[in-house]
């Protein structure tokens, strides 16, 4: 730690004595608050994360390398490859509070049973063929579903095929190791439950539209919907756009229909930390321009666009992911039908009541 007496407007002036004070302050590790003010109390956020795009084949191709030299198994637990945001110093982060990878299972590989406080889910881009049993309940894995891993539940997975597989990982580990909240327990080196059912227990109990088991009353901190299949997101996106279609509200704006996964429970979020929602654009919509507190990460399910961050512009198609930090504009253009899965770390910041959005209409 550095301190240095500058000569400018709102600091005393530089002198023999004022050094003094400054290596006084360096002895004691004390930093004064007129030196730094301009960083930690900005106009408005000044986030270190850098917008940047991670293209899906790029990742794929490494994955698959991975998976001929790195075995998956106790010690490195899972086959998992992070994106690290350029502006975080190498921190395996793709946000300051979001982690994302890319997994990569072999066929007839089993990844070993394991929890962690840590919430994760998986979103499957392409592939199946790997169940992932959490608390003992194998959950099929396949392309566009959306499935949890709650704080604190034993999980592993297990691919069943003679094919490999790669999903999207979403973690908030990047806050939990902020806060220093992580705790992490081993389980059994292979999964327990080897079966293979289409639907989960989990699924047959709670993810039946409008309806939940009296039988488990009261909220849950987390959805107990274990998988949120793709049939039922896709469906849902069409009739908003069928409704707009035929003169009837339901879209987010024209063109643009999105879905929130909910926690059945409370109708809130799936997750304490974490938002996820699925997004359709018809072909030419360009969506408005959004400035939001708290940051998130894009993927391409399917078609092809340009998403328009901070004053730069990337083609993306299938399977691409972006970072948009903290209050970094963002817009993006549909060239083809585009879908678009997303999460986002805005339950923190709801929590704390310091959310705050800035929508400018598209052109």
């Not at 088991?213 to 274990?226: D, E, L, M, Y």
């Amino acid at each position: 730690m550095r301190l240095r007496a500058v000569d400018a407007p709102g600091q005393p002036t530089p002198s023999p004595e004022l050094e003094r004070l400054y290596r006084g302050f360096e002895s004691e590790l004390l930093v004064p608050l007129w030196t730094e003010i301009g960083d930690l109390m900005p106009t408005s956020p000044r986030p270190a994360a850098a917008a940047h795009v991670w293209r899906w084949q790029g990742l794929l191709r490494l994955a698959e390398r991975a998976g001929d030299l790195v075995p998956v198994g106790r010690g490195g637990e899972r086959r998992a490859i992070a994106l690290a945001n350029p502006g975080l110093g190498g921190a395996p982060y793709a946000t300051p509070t979001l982690w994302a990878a890319i997994q990569y299972l072999n066929p007839r590989e089993d990844a070993p049973v394991h929890r962690h406080t840590q919430n994760a889910f998986r979103f499957v881009v392409e592939g199946e063929g790997v169940w992932t049993v959490v608390d003992g309940d194998p959950v099929a894995m396949r392309r566009g579903d959306f499935l949890l891993t709650p704080g604190w539940r034993f999980h592993g997975h297990h691919n069943r095929s003679d094919t490999p597989m790669a999903w999207l990982d979403g973690l908030d580990i990047p806050f939990a190791h902020t806060i220093g909240s992580g705790f992490f327990e081993p389980g059994p080196e292979v999964v327990e439950d080897r079966s293979a059912p289409a639907r989960s227990r989990a699924e047959r109990l709670w993810a039946h539209p409008g309806l939940r088991p009296v039988s488990v009353p009261g909220p849950r901190t987390s959805s107990p919907i274990a998988a949120y299949r793709w049939e039922h997101t896709d469906a849902a996106l069409a009739d908003q756009l069928a409704l707009e279609d035929a003169g009837h509200p339901g879209v987010l704006e024209p063109g643009h229909a999105a879905v929130r996964f909910s926690n059945p429970t409370t109708g809130g979020d799936v997750m304490p930390t974490m938002r996820a929602e699925m997004h359709r654009l018809r072909a030419g919509t360009r969506t408005a321009t959004r400035r939001e507190v708290g940051s998130s990460v894009w993927q391409v399910f399917d078609g092809t666009g340009t998403v328009h961050v901070g004053g730069r512009e990337w083609r993306v198609e299938r399977g691409d992911l972006v970072a948009v930090p903290s209050w970094v504009p963002l817009a993006v253009t549909a060239r083809t039908g585009l879908d678009l899965f997303r999460f986002s770390d805005t339950p923190i910041f709801e929590s704390l009541h310091a959310h705050r959005v800035r929508i400018e209409p598209a052109d």
